[in-house]
């Protein structure tokens, strides 16, 4: 039986150097999977159970899909987002909330700043509509109304809605979910293990339309919505965010949860899925970039480019005296 990850079930994936001194470490667990679904590498126990967090919104847009409401381009992102709150977000969120004739105060998320900086400075003060959450919870109000669902629920696990999102998870990872916890948002979230969480976010990435009205592999809406995402970067995340230069970048599906996880998925289906166990974030899209480049889905060069682009540098006196580095378990030397 699956069990929540916990200290014995990880490894060493990263580590903060500052002048020549190890300085810290975080540890966790990793999950890559080959386009056929099988494990190319598992570091700690991949069959460990953890909240994907805001990874699950992926497999949330699907669910809406599924729920019948129409949505395309980034309209369709921001319902798997967790935005920076600039004004363009803001705006996607509005135009669902209309399409349902329902107002920001129809949302359940909390009241919350912008996560972009810009966008920060220049609002007023916290509000529903500038929680990174937001698009997510106006699709889930139109996919409501859409099916004549209540509207004031939509957050109880047992609405039609979760209980949707619920069987779409299990459908795409391949598990029963173990286990049903609330998330930062409010939303129900759903516990799955590290491998189903990469087995996921493969077949989402790697779904497609082919020539034709048939999906060539996986399923029609995973693959809107893997399209769209790659059509619309800036909508997942923000212009500068590390998810929207990923994808920008490289065309990969990316996409952070919180408390340490991180997803990653190629078109040809291979996928890395981490948690890291202290729940930082700061090594994520570094350890998920590095592993991809250790089983040679993206080249060394493009993934040192993007983890330049992506890092944190390790200041001193406000010049660089170290740096975060994966460890070598997860380069593979």
């Known amino acids: 039986m699956s069990h929540p990850i916990g200290v014995a079930d990880t490894v060493e994936l990263a580590i903060l150097e500052r002048s020549g001194f190890d300085e810290s470490r975080h540890i966790g667990a990793a999950v890559v999977v080959a386009p056929n679904g099988s494990i190319r590498r598992e570091l700690g126990d991949g069959s460990a159970l953890i909240f994907g967090r805001s990874s699950l919104k992926l497999l949330q847009a699907i669910a809406v899909l599924r729920a019948g409401v129409a949505l395309e381009g980034a309209e369709l992102v921001i319902a798997s987002a967790s935005h920076g709150g600039t004004a363009e977000h803001v705006r996607l969120v509005e135009r669902l909330l209309e399409r349902a004739a329902l107002g920001p105060d129809a949302l359940r998320c909390p009241i919350d700043w912008p996560l972009d900086g810009g966008a920060r400075r220049a609002a007023d003060g916290p509000s529903r509509i500038t929680m990174n959450c937001s698009g997510k919870h106006a699709a889930f109000l139109l996919a409501c109304v859409t099916n004549g669902w209540p509207t004031e629920t939509y957050l109880d696990p047992a609405h039609p809605l979760q209980a949707l999102i619920r069987s779409t998870i299990e459908e795409f990872t391949g598990e029963a979910v173990a286990h049903v916890g609330v998330d930062g948002c409010g939303a129900p979230v759903f516990a799955t293990t590290v491998r189903g969480l990469a087995t996921a976010v493969g077949r989402v990435a790697s779904a497609s339309l082919g020539d034709g009205a048939a999906p060539s592999r996986g399923d029609a809406d995973a693959a809107r919505l893997s399209a769209a995402i790659r059509a619309n ?72 480019r993007v983890i330049a682009l992506t890092t944190d540098e390790v200041l001193g006196g406000g010049v660089p005296v170290g740096r975060l580095r994966a460890s070598a378990l997860v380069v593979g030397r």
Request: charged share 20%; hydrophobic share 55%; glycine share 14%.
């Open 233 to 304: 970067p800036w909508a997942i995340d923000g212009i500068g965010r590390a998810n929207t230069v990923v994808i920008d970048e490289l065309g990969i599906v990316a996409k952070g949860g919180a408390e340490g996880v991180m997803v990653m998925g190629l078109e040809d289906g291979t996928a890395v899925a981490l948690k890291i166990l202290d729940g930082s974030a700061r090594a994520a899209t570094l350890v998920a970039l590095e592993l991809l480049a250790s089983v040679g889905a993206i080249s060394r060069a493009h993934a040192d």
